[in-house]
Every structure is written in C-alpha cells, then in structure tokens.
C-alpha cells in the first residue's frame, strides 16, 4: 500500500496492476482479496490477483504527534521495510542503475572568478571596463 498520491507511479515502476479509491479490503488470502472502491461514483468489488498496488479512498499521510510513552510501548516493534529485496526487483532497475538516462560527463559550470580591484576615479574604472570588455571581443565603436 501506498501514499496517496504516489500508488500510480509506484504501481507503474513495479508492472504491478493499481486500484485506486478502495475504500476496504474483505476475504484476504494470500493469492486474492476482495477490494470495495469507489469508482466513477460507483461501488464496485473486485478479486484482484496478488502482487497489486493499492491506494485507499481518501487516505492522507500527515506527521502524527508522538509521545515518549507510545515511543517506549512501540520500541520492540520493528517497522515493515519495503525494498527491491521484499518485492523481488532486479537491483539493476532501481535507482541510478536502473535509470534510463545516463551521464556521460559532469561539468562544473561555476568558473573561479578572478577579482580585480579598480583604482582611480569614475573617468579611469569606465576606461579600464571599456578597454576590458574590448579585449573580450566587446566593440563598442
């Protein structure tokens, strides 16, 4: 199961079939489950076959407020880590391996500047930029 508003994405990446806008899951076994969503305004059940991604009928993530007392209860309780290795996925179709774009070269494209401090009065730093941009291919003729 997946955030809301990413089970597509995920879905797609994985060649994995995606429900959208379930509202509930019944009769679960390991190779089906029976899923009531909400489509088209509709209530439709279906026995999709596992593997399959779901996103469920108006599920938000938001950053709950946790107390040290349910951080202490929930200690020995290990999180579910999805990976490549939990579902089976070619390492090299994940991340930059699995990009189907490459780089070839990097570039840096900030160049070290070079200061050059200006002396003199207005009429003398407007010469020594005129003569400056002129040596760069500037003409201002």
């Keep these: 199961m997946c955030i809301r508003d990413r089970p597509i994405g995920v879905a797609s990446l994985l060649e994995l079939p ?51 007392l349910k951080l202490k209860q929930c200690k020995d309780h290990l999180p579910v880590v999805l990976n490549a290795e939990s579902f089976i996925i070619d390492k090299n179709r994940c991340g930059q391996k699995g990009s189907k774009s490459k780089v070839i070269q990097t570039t840096n494209i900030v160049n070290e500047r070079k200061a050059i401090r200006i002396e003199g009065d207005s009429q003398d730093k407007i010469r020594f930029l005129r003569e400056l941009l002129i040596q760069n291919g500037d003409d201002f003729s």
């Design 18 to 68: 995606c429900y959208v806008g379930v509202e509930s899951i019944h009769d679960y076994h390991e190779t089906a489950q029976q899923l009531n969503r909400i489509w088209m305004n509709h209530t439709e059940t279906l026995v999709p076959i596992c593997p399959y991604v779901v996103s469920f009928r108006g599920f938000m993530t938001k950053e709950p407020i946790i107390s040290l």
